[in-house]
């Protein structure tokens, strides 16, 4: 059973850092697309920032120049470094991705981790 683990989240000031986590356990035959979304409280949920497998990344226009996102393939990990933080960052933050289970399989499952909390307040 594929899931997904984030941790990193916390309470931070105004113009801080935070570095978020995720990995992927169990048993599957590939990762593709990896991602991270947030929900602030009364909004929808939104994308963050994303990462091929490849190495191709994407970025909310919020948080361009500011949240940088990698990912470890060796270990099932994607990342997030999230500098110059701001009050309207606060949000649930959850970890995605394309997961292939089997070789056979004929599409990628999207999974989603349970979301780790960013609070930015002084």
């Known amino acids: 059973q594929v899931q997904l683990v984030e941790s990193g989240g916390g309470l931070v000031q105004p113009g801080g850092s935070l570095r978020l986590s995720c990995a992927a356990s169990g048993t599957f035959f590939r990762i593709y697309t990896m991602g991270w979304f947030r929900q602030a409280p009364g909004k929808q949920r939104e994308l963050v920032a994303s990462?091929?497998?490849?190495?191709?990344?994407n970025y909310a226009d919020s948080v361009k120049g500011r949240f940088t996102i990698s990912r470890d393939n060796a270990k099932n990990t994607v990342y997030l470094q999230m500098n110059s933080l701001k009050p309207e960052d606060t949000a649930v933050y959850y970890c995605?991705?394309?997961?292939?289970?089997?070789?056979?399989?004929?599409?990628?499952?999207?999974?989603w981790g349970k979301g780790t909390l960013v609070t930015v307040s002084s």
């Open positions: 990462i091929t497998n490849g190495g191709t990344t």
């Open positions: 995605n991705a394309e997961i292939k289970e089997t070789w056979r399989a004929s599409h990628a499952i999207n999974y």
